[in-house]
Structure formats: structure tokens, C-alpha cells
């Protein structure tokens, strides 16, 4: 049966709506487009266009995947973070708009743009916060590390796709075991932590396409922080060294204590909110 652009988006959207998937209308559309290598403009202009067989059987194929949970993100393999595109596939989380807020942070500390910046990123993934970094820094240069040599390889990818793979570089290492965080202004981390009790609960578009080690924080989704904060236990160092990590918004008060015990002063830990008002990111000068 032909079908026209219209009346396949609107056979998926039902499909999708009937999978209880909240974002049936851009899904059906943002799928639709990747398959026939248009614009979401195209669609709505050629509306009454006929599709080939092959691409509507290759679009109901997608549009399966997304009815078994698949997050859009995966199937179109980019993911939009601070309004750029970045690479994504199963070995690396998807980054979170959540997770901009950490750029914001760092932009609001770091007020000249210009300056020769040394960043590094613990726990890169799809180095989207370093590379977001960079594109915002222009003269800065910067490391991203990783244990996954998988999610490393997909963090290169990234940096030849936004031109930065002469400013920033990655390799693989369990946290700050092969890197001195003293050479550097500017540490960014967003580690797991989800507590293992918790990763059932997530919604199925995460917990079964995210990697697990980029969500399981161990019993108490605090056994990266504490690594971490064990690794960047308060020296007097004489160097102006910022420090700014994601928060697990229910972990906020454990995550403080943390650093107060690693010897940081309650007073010079500072915290922002997310748009939903939970505490999410946490800075301080090392
Ligand atoms: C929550 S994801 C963050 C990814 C990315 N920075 C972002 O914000 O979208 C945590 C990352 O930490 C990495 N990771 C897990 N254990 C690690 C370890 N022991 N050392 C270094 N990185 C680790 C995971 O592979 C994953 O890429």
C-alpha cells in the first residue's frame, strides 16, 4: 500500500501513542526525517508526498525499536547538548540537559573567554562536556578521561566532528589514577550515581540503553564521589584550581559531607539549582 508523508506520520504517531510514548508527534516526525534525509520542514511541506516501499519499511523498522524503548537519540545516533550535535551510541550515556549547567557554571566563573584555559573532564563519555568547553573557550585546551575505551573512542569521534581534536584529547583512566589534576584550571565531572536499588526504577529508555557504568554508582550511588573526593583531597595548593561536579540531587547533603571531611570549609562549597529547583551542580576552588 502507498502511503503519503502525512498519513505514515500519522499511522506511526497512533502506534507510538498506543506504546505510551509521551513524545509521539516529534518522535513520528524526527524519525520520519531521518529516514527520507529531509527537513521537518520538507515534511510538512510535501505532505502529500508518496514514500517509497523501502522507506516505509525501513521507517515502521525504526519506529519499532522506539515502541520496544529505544531513545530517538540512539537510533539518529546525535544527541543535542548546549545546542550542538554530539555522537552517541550504546557505549556512552546520552548527555542531559541537566548536565548544561555545569557549562553555565563554568562560564559564569570564568568570565574572560579568551583566557588560556586547562580543562579536565573525569568521567568524559561522549565528551560532551569538555568539547562543549572548548567550543565555548576558543583559546582554551583541555583532557577528558574515561574508563570505558569504548565511550574514549566515541569522545575522538566528537572531536574531529566539532574540529577541536588539536585542543582537546582523551585517554583512558580510572578517575585521577594517570592524570595530575594540578596541571589544570578547571575540573569537570559528572560521575555515576545511581544507587544500584535505583536502576530498576529508571525509565527503560535508560536503563536499558544507557551503559551501565556510566549510571550505577554502587549500594549508595556515592562510590565515585568518594574516590573522586579522595583524589582531590584539600591541599594548599598555589594555583587557582575550580572544581565543579554534577550532584545526584537526593545524595546533595552526603556528597557536601564528603568534602567536608576531604577538608573543604562548608562556607566554599557552593551549590545551583536545576530548572526543577534540585540541587545539581556543586563548585569550589581546589
Ligand atoms: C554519568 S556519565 C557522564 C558522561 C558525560 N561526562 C556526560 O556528562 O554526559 C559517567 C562517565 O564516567 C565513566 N566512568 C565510570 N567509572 C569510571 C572510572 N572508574 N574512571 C573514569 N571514568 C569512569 C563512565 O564510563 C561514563 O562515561
Not at 199 to 214: E, G, Q, R, T
Amino acid at each position: 500500500m502507498m502511503l503519503c508523508l502525512q498519513e505514515i506520520i500519522d499511522t506511526s504517531r497512533n502506534k507510538l501513542k498506543l506504546a505510551s510514548i509521551q513524545s509521539a508527534n516529534i518522535d513520528s516526525v524526527l524519525l520520519l526525517s531521518y529516514i527520507l534525509g529531509v527537513s521537518r520542514e520538507y515534511l510538512i511541506t510535501h505532505s502529500q508526498e508518496v514514500i517509497s516501499e523501502k522507506n516505509c519499511l525501513d521507517y515502521f523498522a525504526i519506529i519499532d525499536r522506539r515502541i520496544k524503548g529505544e531513545p530517538v537519540s540512539k537510533i539518529l545516533g546525535k544527541k543535542e547538548f548546549y545546542g550542538r550535535d554530539f555522537i552517541v551510541n550504546s557505549d556512552v550515556l546520552d548527555p542531559r540537559p541537566d548536565s548544561e549547567l555545569i557549562i553555565d557554571t563554568a562560564k559564569e566563573l570564568f568570565s574572560n573567554r579568551n583566557e588560556k584555559l586547562k580543562f579536565l573532564d573525569l568521567g568524559t563519555g561522549s565528551g560532551c562536556l569538555l568539547l562543549t568547553l572548548l567550543l565555548e573557550f576558543r583559546d582554551a585546551r583541555g583532557v577528558g578521561i574515561d574508563i570505558s575505551e569504548k565511550a574514549i573512542e566515541v569522545a575522538k569521534r566528537n572531536s574531529y566532528l566539532h574540529a577541536l581534536n588539536d585542543r582537546g584529547s582523551f585517554i583512558i583512566s580510572d578517575w585521577l589514577d594517570s592524570i595530575k589534576f594540578e596541571d589544570f584550571n578547571l575540573i569537570v565531572c559528572n560521575p555515576p550515581y545511581i544507587p544500584d536499588e535505583d536502576i530498576n526504577d529508571l525509565n527503560k529508555d535508560v536503563k536499558l540503553y544507557d551503559p551501565i557504568v556510566a549510571l550505577s554508582g554502587g549500594n549508595d550511588g556515592l562510590r565515585y564521589y568518594k574516590k573522586i573526593i579522595t583524589q582531590l583531597k584539600k591541599k594548599n595548593l598555589n594555583k587557582k584550581i575550580i572544581f565543579i561536579m554534577e550532584l545526584y540531587s537526593d545524595s546533595a547533603d552526603a556528597i557536601i559531607k564528603l568534602m567536608i571531611n576531604a577538608g573543604y570549609e562548608a562556607n566554599t562549597i557552593k551549590i545551583r539549582q536545576d530548572l526543577s529547583n534540585k540541587r545539581r551542580v556543586m563548585f569550589t576552588d581546589l
